[in-house]
């Protein structure tokens, strides 16, 4: 089931009971993972020309835990009612605490969302994004990490003080195929209503470059009637 519908049991997460695996092993098995699976994603899209979602195209809704909330569940990706293995209910209608839901995002507010995996340099784009937050209190910023560990999840959350950023878990990686992810990271610029406003950047930028394209993603909303609420 791809929804996180309902309120399911807390995710416990380890206990002192149990052994905990090596850290670095771990570490080294979930990179070797990524690099399979990037390097496999980026064969199949760059052979076609494809890299992230194209401008212009609504971006693919998806309702999906919050890393720090209670909800657990796979990614509801519906597009429309019972829509099999995706959901039974549409993404866009599934609300509510602890869910990351990205149609409640992009409604009127421009969106910068990042997917990323929790491995090497890539969690480093949620401090930059997290960095600028303050500075553009009318546009949101969120996200989203390609399956990996929840409990790691949460202390990345909890080192980098994410106040200003929504972290989503993406438990079984269905986003990775939805966004045509071919880098890590990858950060979309959505405007308000959902349509890619550029292309993603497909590295980890610096804070400089990140800002420069938030710039472009207000002006771009404010030139298609967008206006930030008063503050």
């Given at each position: ?25 771990r ?32 971006i693919?809704?998806f309702?999906l ?16 009612a019972?829509?099999?293995s ?15 839901n990205?149609c ?20 480093a ?11 553009y ?17 949460r202390?990345?959350?909890?080192a ?8 989503g ?7 990775a ?19 890619a406003?550029?292309?993603?950047l497909?590295?980890?930028?610096t804070l ?8 472009e ?5 404010k ?9």
């Open positions: 089931m791809r929804r996180p519908e309902g309120t399911p049991p807390p995710d416990a997460g380890p206990t002192s009971a149990q052994p905990r695996p090596p850290r670095y092993g570490y080294l098995w979930l990179l070797a993972v990524v690099i399979i699976v990037l390097l496999t994603i980026n064969r199949s899209l760059s052979s076609s020309g494809q890299t992230g979602v194209r401008p212009g195209r609504v693919p809704a309702a835990p919050l890393a720090s909330g209670n909800v657990n569940g796979d990614a509801n990706v519906a597009t429309h019972n829509d099999g995706a959901g039974s209910r549409p993404a866009c209608q599934v609300r509510g605490s602890g869910i990351l990205v409640e995002l992009y409604e009127g507010a421009p969106l910068v969302l990042a997917l990323f995996v929790d491995a090497s340099s890539c969690p784009v949620v401090g930059e994004m997290q960095a600028l937050s303050a500075s209190p009318e546009v949101r910023f969120a996200a989203v990490a390609i399956k990996g560990q929840r409990q790691r999840l202390m990345l959350i909890a980098r003080g994410l106040t200003g950023v929504q972290v878990f993406d438990r079984d990686g269905v986003l195929s939805l966004y045509e992810v071919v880098s890590c990271p990858q950060v979309t610029f959505v405007l308000p209503g959902g349509a406003e550029s292309r993603p497909l590295s980890t930028p400089a470059a990140l800002r420069a394209r938030v710039n993603l207000v002006a771009a909303a030139a298609r009637g967008w206006r930030a609420p008063a503050r």
